[in-house]
């Protein structure tokens, strides 16, 4: 079955923060324009049917009371992670419900440190991290990733190391495919960020969010898989909301295998008494992990890499002083705007609100820990981001 990646839909008005919000202060789109909504990480694609026809099955039904999370639930998780990504040994009781990544992060925060202690990340690092340990009052010590010869993202082992032993830093957070680098990370390269962790006796929370967004000629690596210290040693967070645009259902889950590290996470989860399933949420999932769930992400990440080639294409031709790196994973671009704002006089902010001048809603990269940038997302129909790019030629980068 072919899937729809290229009707547009007018979000305004429709509960879409992506549509409805311009996340720059005082900034306002210039008449005779119209807003293409490309920062936030939601999809500005239809919903796959397979979700939305198992979530209108359970609304047949005419109760919503309480509910436990069902047999099916954990089968779907078991299935996906065994078809997608090689995943065995994998039980039902190694899966913990979460509200959301950031909130399963932040569980996992307070139950292995402490107000103060630092935690080391890597940069770019994505926002949602920031505000959430800021809130949490841990300190970020960042570990700068680093542009190979080819302009490849690549983490520095010495550096984060080093920065592990001066700091006693015992909590890392690893983003996995890499936000907003777009990096899906090798085999290699995930054994030997863990012999870094292991050797400073430091618990690692994987955000692996991503991980279905994977580009063709690419292969999401689970951080747990490669060895089994860290299979005892990752927190691992996984969703179906990036994948599927399904944020606004709310519904995430952990996987951890260490009972000892389950405990804890699991425990600081329950205190609030707010991290529990919506019931539409788990069917959302139910039917995202679906045989037909899959093959609508298969042709998604399709569409996506379609787009990816367009913009890269475009600044490689167009605006040679902007570089970037085609992602390998996510549907988010980060430009490196540094040199062509330097050549032009023209300061990054000054270039963010051209584009949201003539609607193009994109993101400040900089919040992202790291100058001079923008991150944009490519996860819409293809005619719209065209329309982009033309704008971008025509009204900002001259």
């Not at 405990?263 to 139910?286: A, D, E, K, P, T």
Request: glycine fraction near 8%.
């Amino acid at each position: 079955m072919q899937y729809d990646f290229t009707t547009v839909l007018d979000r305004s008005g429709r509960d879409c923060l992506a549509a409805n919000t311009i996340p720059f202060p005082g900034a306002q789109v210039q008449e005779g324009f119209d807003p293409i909504p490309m920062w936030i990480a939601d999809m500005s694609y239809p919903t796959a049917p397979p979700v939305l026809e198992a979530m209108e099955k359970r609304l047949a039904f005419p109760n919503l009371g309480y509910f436990p999370l069902t047999e099916e639930y954990y089968q779907s998780i078991l299935s996906w992670q065994r078809r997608r990504n090689g995943v065995e040994g994998l039980e039902a009781e190694h899966i913990g419900y979460e509200n959301g990544v950031l909130g399963g992060v932040s569980s996992a925060v307070q139950a292995f440190s402490s107000q103060g202690e630092k935690l080391l990340l890597h940069s770019p690092t994505y926002v949602g991290f920031t505000h959430t340990l800021e809130a949490l009052g841990r300190p970020v010590v960042h570990s700068p990733l680093v542009r190979d010869e080819q302009g490849v993202w690549r983490m520095d082992y010495e550096d984060m190391d080093r920065k592990l032993k001066e700091h006693q830093i015992h909590l890392a957070i690893f983003c996995s495919p890499h936000n907003p680098c777009g990096r899906v990370w090798e085999r290699w390269e995930i054994e030997k960020a863990l012999e870094v962790y292991a050797a400073n006796d430091c618990i690692v929370l994987s955000d692996e969010i991503w991980s279905d967004i994977i580009m063709p000629g690419y292969r999401h690596i689970p951080t747990q898989s490669v060895s089994q210290d860290a299979r005892n040693r990752v927190v691992a967070f996984y969703s179906p909301s990036k994948t599927f645009s399904l944020a606004g259902l709310i519904g995430s889950y952990h996987i951890i295998y260490n009972p000892g590290l389950r405990h804890r996470v699991s425990h600081q989860g329950r205190l609030s008494g707010y991290n529990s399933c919506n019931v539409l949420s788990m069917h959302g999932l139910i039917g995202a992990y679906s045989p037909e769930g899959e093959a609508w992400a298969e042709q998604m990440c399709r569409a996506v890499d379609e787009n990816l080639a367009c913009a890269c294409a475009f600044f490689r031709e167009q605006v040679p002083g902007v570089r970037v790196m085609r992602p390998q994973g996510t549907y988010m671009l980060f430009l490196d705007c540094g040199p062509w704002c330097r050549e032009h006089g023209v300061s990054i902010r000054e270039l963010q609100l051209r584009g949201v001048g003539v609607g193009v809603i994109w993101q400040n990269g900089e919040d992202f820990i790291w100058p001079d940038t923008i991150r944009m997302n490519l996860a819409l129909p293809k005619s719209r981001l065209e329309e982009a790019l033309s704008r971008l030629k025509k009204y900002v980068f001259i």
